[in-house]
């Protein structure tokens, strides 16, 4: 199986902050990579999919990038609703694995 | 709107059996691959189980396989996840999923709020 790993686990940061978050898979995925955001006692949310196409209605401070085994979550400037915990998932396999889990929290 | 609610979550011994139903609405069910995501409390997501549209593939996660069965019903815009030979490891929040192309690429864009199984003596 494909295994995701994110970096780093948690990650603590100011309001208006430009953060990045890292997700790499064991094996090249091309582009068949997810970022969901979740909230504590709520279901993920889908953010980006193929790596950097943004869900709509998601806003464009979230972006994606990567491809191959390497990819990047980047919030441009944290708003205090993106304070969560950001999984991403690959979707190259049945597997459909995702990574352990960024919790973002406040500095 | 599309809503997904699950059912059928509860307290089971180990060794025991439940069924977990997801109901859809405001969604072209039929047309769409579905997906069961666990979560243990606390911890990050696992996938469990994929259907296909029409319900004739399945797949499951090496960690559930031969103890759990999806299926899903068109009629009744429904998807279910039989689950047996529970163990205290399958202890879990469990979500519904829909894949979010009728291409079932394997990403999911709607989810249920979950149904929590807890397997205890």
């Known amino acids: 199986d494909i295994q995701m790993t994110q970096s780093p686990s948690t990650l603590s940061a100011s309001v208006g902050d430009r953060v990045s978050i890292t997700c790499r898979a064991s094996?090249?995925?091309?582009?068949?990579l997810a970022w969901y955001q979740q909230k504590p006692g709520k279901a993920p949310k889908l953010l980006i999919y193929?790596?950097?196409t943004l869900e709509s209605g998601v806003p464009s401070r979230f972006s994606g990038s990567g491809s191959g085994t390497e990819f990047t979550l980047t919030i441009s400037s944290l708003q205090p609703d993106d304070f969560a915990t950001y999984y991403c998932?690959?979707?190259?396999?049945?597997?459909?694995?995702f990574g352990q889990g960024t919790k973002v929290d406040i500095k | 709107e599309v809503r997904l609610v699950e059912s059928g979550g509860g307290l089971v011994q180990p060794g025991g059996s439940l069924r977990l139903s997801c109901a859809v609405s405001?969604?072209?069910?039929?047309?769409?691959?579905m997906h069961w995501v666990r979560q243990v409390p606390g911890k990050g997501l696992e996938y469990v189980s994929g259907?296909?549209?029409?319900?004739?593939?399945?797949n499951y996660a090496n960690s559930v396989e031969g103890r759990f069965s999806i299926s899903r019903d068109n009629s009744k815009n429904t998807l279910y996840l039989q689950m047996a030979s529970l163990r205290t490891e399958d202890t879990a929040v469990y979500y519904c999923?829909?894949?979010?192309?009728?291409?079932?690429?394997?990403?999911?864009?709607?989810w249920g709020q979950g149904a929590l199984v807890t397997v205890s003596s």
């Open positions: 094996q090249s995925i091309n582009s068949w």
């Open positions: 193929k790596a950097s």
């Open positions: 998932q690959e979707y190259n396999s049945y597997s459909y694995t």
């Open positions: 259907i296909s549209s029409s319900g004739d593939s399945t």
């Open positions: 405001g969604f072209t069910f039929r047309s769409y691959s």
């Open positions: 999923a829909t894949d979010a192309s009728e291409y079932s690429y394997g990403f999911f864009n709607n």
